[in-house]
């Protein structure tokens, strides 16, 4: 063979290039095996694995300050009827973040939107910055659920399942040269 040829091999399924001598001071072969090659099915799964890891805890935070302000209001002798459909909505979406369930996260999402024009309104009223990093952080928390809405829009049901059934990202390896 010559110096400028390439040779496959399709049992490895690697491709071998020899780069001309008279640019280097030393022949250079590089090799690329296409089993390095990051898989595009893993890299999605890992975006939704995450970002339901995140959602989820979002949920839980939401349970706990909602509880938190129901306590507060049964000290004070008032009973709110509004925290009994917003539980319902934090834990739509701990289920649908923890069983990949995107009509649950999408019913979360709604939550988080109407929150994040509680929060805008009371910023108008109070004429306060601190009510309007409050609105900038629930629009962030509903964006970051609405992007997970999408990935699992996205993907097909095959995928969806495997993540149900326990996949997780050790078992991805990546190599790096």
């Known amino acids: 063979m010559s110096s ?3 040779s496959t091999s399709d049992a490895q399924q690697q491709t071998a290039i ?5 640019n280097y001071d030393q022949p250079t072969i590089l090799i690329h095996n ?9 890299d999605l799964k890992l975006i ?7 959602v989820k805890w979002l949920a839980i935070i939401d349970i706990v300050f909602l509880t938190i302000s129901l306590i507060l209001y049964a000290l004070n002798g008032a009973f709110f009827w509004i925290f009994l459909p917003l539980f319902l909505f934090c ?3 701990y289920k649908g973040a923890t ?25 108008l009223y109070s004429n306060s910055f601190f009510w309007f990093l409050f609105v900038f952080l629930e629009f962030y928390f509903f964006y970051y659920t609405t992007r ?8 097909h049901e095959d995928m969806i399942e495997s993540l149900r059934s326990g996949w ?10």
């Open 168 to 177: 997780n990202p050790s078992e991805i390896t990546y190599f790096y040269y």
């Open 4 to 6: 400028n040829t390439r």
């Open 148 to 155: 997970l809405v999408k990935y699992l829009n996205s993907v």
């Open 18 to 22: 020899t780069i001309d001598q008279t």
């Open 34 to 42: 296409v089993a390095t090659i990051p898989n595009i099915e893993d």
């Open 91 to 93: 834990f739509c979406g």
């Open 99 to 123: 069983t990949y369930q995107k009509n649950l996260v999408l019913i979360y999402d709604f939550y988080l939107l109407g929150m994040t024009i509680f929060y805008f309104y009371i910023a």
């Open 48 to 54: 939704i694995y995450s970002r339901a890891n995140v």
